[in-house]
Nanobody
């Protein structure tokens, strides 16, 4: 059994910052890539940022220069630092992890709301 638990969402004004965290726990042998997705009302879930088991990262064009993904392998944790937030960043943010043996897992999501 593997669980991903996100935290750090909330309500922030445009231009503000938030830091999301996601901790993986349970029967974990090794975590490959970890990622953050988001889904706004009426829209499809989209990839925000992804980080490999090393340090390679990739970002959606809409968040480049504002968001930073990082991970602490010792803590099985991935972070998303979000700066200069915009109203269009409002969404439910989901953590995703690709685990060796256990496969792909998702967190329950955390709401991020950016007011104008």
């Amino acid at each position: 059994q593997v669980q991903l638990v996100e935290s750090g969402g909330g309500l922030v004004q445009a231009g503000g910052s938030l830091r999301l965290s996601c901790v993986a726990s349970g029967n974990i042998f090794r975590i490959n890539a970890m990622a953050w997705y988001r889904q706004a009302p009426g829209k499809q879930r989209e990839l925000v940022a992804i980080i490999s088991s090393g340090v390679n990262t990739k970002y959606a064009d809409s968040v480049k220069g504002r968001f930073t993904i990082s991970r602490d392998n010792a803590k099985n944790t991935v972070y998303l630092q979000m700066n200069n937030l915009k109203p269009e960043d409002t969404a439910v943010y989901y953590c995703n992890a690709d685990l060796m043996v256990a496969g792909t897992h998702w967190g329950q999501g955390t709401q991020v709301t950016v007011s104008s």
